[in-house]
């Protein structure tokens, strides 16, 4: 078994990570945006894996009323880089990664064959979000940045760039099998025609921690990475224990399926249970489980899938579920905030009140009150959930209208 710790780039850590944020520069004379990270801590020999997701990067996206003259954040299908939405690098110490994503207009670049519409750009430029993975034998890190626009010392701050997230991998040898997972939520649509598009009732606070709403059915994604010889596995996700899984099931991006279930545990939680088969020397493999369901419950809760007989573990990911209210005549002081709220009901397409009455959260005293964001859904959803915004001053009534949930409390 492999005790998995992370590795954060954080004030005060023990150790620093061993790649940099993702820092950008876009190029005027290219028309494109280059993507780079320091590599100080992993080698000699690395891997470098880039990633380009087009979807809803900005608040108020998707926004269908944008002109050149006056742009309005919204998911740009045709501007993937001449089809370049993936790369691979490998590199050895001293080599720098980089990603490039080439986005001029028509009357940019007439002879560049995927044309980008600069009238869907928002604060952060065209709308989408670069990931790059970088692993050594034993390191595996990630990080992630949104949009177009050149960073800045507050990128981490402001939520563009992600502080890398690092972890252990088993220990190999040449000729032995090299296994990696990663956990996700997935919370951008899937399919057309909102395929990039924000989910309402999702919402991703870091690179491992999430909001949703309770009741409504979400997307739990496990990446397996194997490089062979490796044996067969046995893929197990427990589940927490107030998720009602619905469905899962396993399969490759060339459209393999493999043998899925879901088990009920000892303690009534469920499990997803998958079978990979054994993959050869020199091979690698790529395999997507997908578990579907929904929270019962409000709360805090984490999860973490296992490979075994290897004993890996995924990345450990951390879910606030929240209800879904409204908030208004919102007060902030030094201990909570406060105001009146209105409990609403998830229907399949709409949102209707239950019931309100006074509401009020404390506040953490290491931290400074919360103050307004967006709701999840309907008008200016999309940046809720977990992100703070400018609000009122310590006793000012903030401006009436939805406003979202209180922030989750901290597990003890």
Same mark, same amino acid.
């Not at 501007?79 to 690098?89: F, G, I, M, R, Y």
């Not at 649509?189 to 606070?205: A, F, M």
């Not at 229907?347 to 019931?355: G, I, L, T």
């Given at each position: ?44 020999? /690395? ?22 003259? !006056?742009?309005?954040?919204?998911? @740009? ?20 990664? +980089? ?8 009357? @940019? ?84 025609? #909102? ?29 397996? !990475?194997? #490089? ?6 046995? =893929? ?39 079978? =990979? ?17 929904? /929270?019962?419950?409000?709360? $805090? ?47 399949? @397409?709409?949102? +209707? ?36 915004? $400018? ?5 000012? +009534? ?15």
């Amino acid at each position: 078994m492999v005790a998995v710790g992370l590795l954060t780039a954080a004030a005060g850590s023990a150790q620093a990570a061993p790649i940099s944020e993702i820092k950008a520069n876009f190029v005027g004379g290219e028309y494109a945006t280059h993507y780079t990270v320091d590599v100080t801590g992993l080698g000699p020999n /690395f891997t470098a894996k880039w990633h380009l997701s087009l979807e809803c990067v900005d608040p108020g996206c998707p926004d269908p009323d944008g002109t050149l003259a !006056d742009p309005k954040p919204n998911v @740009d299908p045709g501007c993937k880089n001449n089809n370049v939405l993936s790369t691979q690098q490998n590199l050895t110490t001293g080599q720098k990664p +980089e990603f490039v994503w080439h986005h001029p207009s028509a009357a @940019d670049q007439p002879s560049w064959p995927t044309p980008c519409d600069h009238a869907r750009e928002g604060p952060r430029g065209h709308q989408g979000e670069i990931t790059v993975t970088v692993s050594d034998a034993n390191t595996t890190c990630t990080a992630s940045y949104k949009g177009t626009k050149t960073s800045t010392g507050t990128s981490i701050s402001d939520g563009t760039a992600s502080p890398p997230d690092c972890h252990p991998n088993t220990a190999t040898t040449p000729g032995s099998c090299e296994l990696r997972l990663a956990k996700h939520i997935i919370d951008y649509s899937e399919v057309s025609p #909102t395929i990039g598009h924000p989910l309402p009732y999702v919402h991703r606070i870091g690179p491992n921690e999430f909001a949703v709403a309770e009741g409504v059915e979400i997307q739990f994604l496990i990446v397996v !990475d194997e #490089t062979g010889p490796c044996d067969a596995i046995d =893929l197990r996700d427990p589940l927490p224990l107030e998720f009602e899984a619905r469905s899962a099931n396993t399969n490759t991006p060339f459209g393999f399926v493999y043998p899925t279930a879901l088990e009920t545990l000892s303690n009534g939680s469920q499990q997803a249970h998958a079978e =990979l088969p054994a993959v050869k020397a020199d091979q690698h493999e790529q395999t997507h489980l997908h578990i579907y369901g929904k /929270f019962s419950g409000v709360g $805090d809760r984490f999860n973490q899938a296992r490979a075994d007989p290897n004993g890996v573990l995924s990345n450990k990911i951390r879910i606030h579920v929240v209800t879904q209210e409204k908030v208004t005549r919102l007060k902030a002081s030094a201990k909570q905030v406060s105001g009146q709220v209105k409990e609403v009901k998830v229907k399949k @397409d709409s949102v +209707e009140s239950s019931r309100s009455g006074p509401w009020h959260a404390p506040l953490e005293a290491a931290l400074p009150p919360p103050t307004a964001s967006r709701p999840l859904s309907g008008p200016g959803a999309g940046n809720g959930c977990g992100r703070r915004e $400018d609000g009122p001053r310590e006793g000012q +009534e903030a401006v009436q209208g939805p406003l979202t949930l209180p922030r989750p409390p901290t597990p003890t």
